[in-house]
Each structure stands twice: as C-alpha cells, then as structure tokens.
C-alpha cells in the first residue's frame, strides 16, 4: 500500500515539475515572439512605403515637381439614415499650392491592380479649420458610390503609365486626387489648392 502512495505522490511531484517547465517554456515562447514582433515592427517604420501612384506637374521651367502624399488623411462616417463615407484631411490648406500650371499628372505604379478610369479630381470643402470630400453615401435606397464632389476629368494617356488631368479650368478653391474603384478609396490622397 506505501508503494502505491510513492507511486502517487512521485506521480504528482512529476506533474507540478513539468507545469512548471511548461510554464517557463512559454514565458519564454511569449518573450520571443514579442521580441520578434516588435522588432518586425519597428523594422518596417524604417522602411520606405512603396506607392501604387505618385501625382506631379511641372513648374514653368520644365523641372517635375512630385505632389506630396497627404500623411494626415483618415476617413469617417456620418449620419444617420444617410450614411457618407468621407476622407478628411488636416489643416485648412494643402503644402502644394499650383498656381502657374494648366496641368498634374498621374504616374501609376502597379498597373496591374489600378485602372485609370477610377483616378478621382475632388473638391474639397473646409469644416472646422480641416479639408473634407464625401466618397460615397448610403441610404434605405441603395449605395451611391459618387458625390457632389467629384469633378469630371479624363485621364489623358502619354505613356503606358503616365496620365495627363487638365486642371485649368478648375475654379480657385482645395482638390484632391484619389484613386477609388466602387466604395473602395486607396489612401494615398495627393491635395493641392488652385
């Protein structure tokens, strides 16, 4: 009968040794991935984000001059039983400011994934010292993905990758340009005011 208990008890001495082991190991299973995933992390904030479409003119000596991305855009819902979807972008005016050119161009990098066809023009309205333009809206009708803020353009092309907007009969006032294929917008906003 004591061998049975000694059995037991060396039994449940195993079990708490390996709880214990098992414990450890996924401490440091846990300590690794961490590890791990923060240093992915903080690798990818030093590298470069590639984009799928760079925006440029040129100023009047012929030199390109690249628009830059608008970093501080993010997006938001309003409403209640119309719902619209909006891109937001900060402060009351873009760095970009083309005064002297008749034309911006659309450089596409992934030809594969974006259409020309859905590059959008639009006009941005300021509320509360921001710049705002509706993408879509939805309502107990259906989806309209368009709104009074996109302007008409065509897409002029000059090479495989390369489209031409005309820009000059735009009326002073904020735009941006967005690439939005249905409810869909890509973000990378490139703003400039007129």
Known sequence: MTTNNTAKGDCKSQTHSSRIANSAERGLLQLTLFLLIASTGWAQDSQTV???????????????????????????????????????????????????TDDIF??????????????????????????EATCWSNSPLGVKDSSSDFIPTTLYPIRDNIYRINIKDLP???????????LSALMEPYDFDK
């Open 50 to 100: 590639e984009h799928l479409f760079k925006a440029f003119y040129y100023d009047k000596d012929s030199i390109r001059i690249v628009i830059p991305e608008n970093e501080h855009a993010s997006t938001k819902l309003t409403g209640f039983m119309v719902h619209k979807a909006k891109i937001v972008l900060l402060g009351d005016k873009a760095k970009t400011e083309l005064t002297n």
């Open 106 to 131: 659309i450089e596409v990098m992934d030809t594969l994934q974006l259409k020309p066809q859905f590059f959008r023009v639009m006009k941005l309205k300021v509320k509360k010292g921001n710049r």
């Open 172 to 182: 002073k006032g904020h735009y941006l340009i967005i690439y939005q294929e249905g």
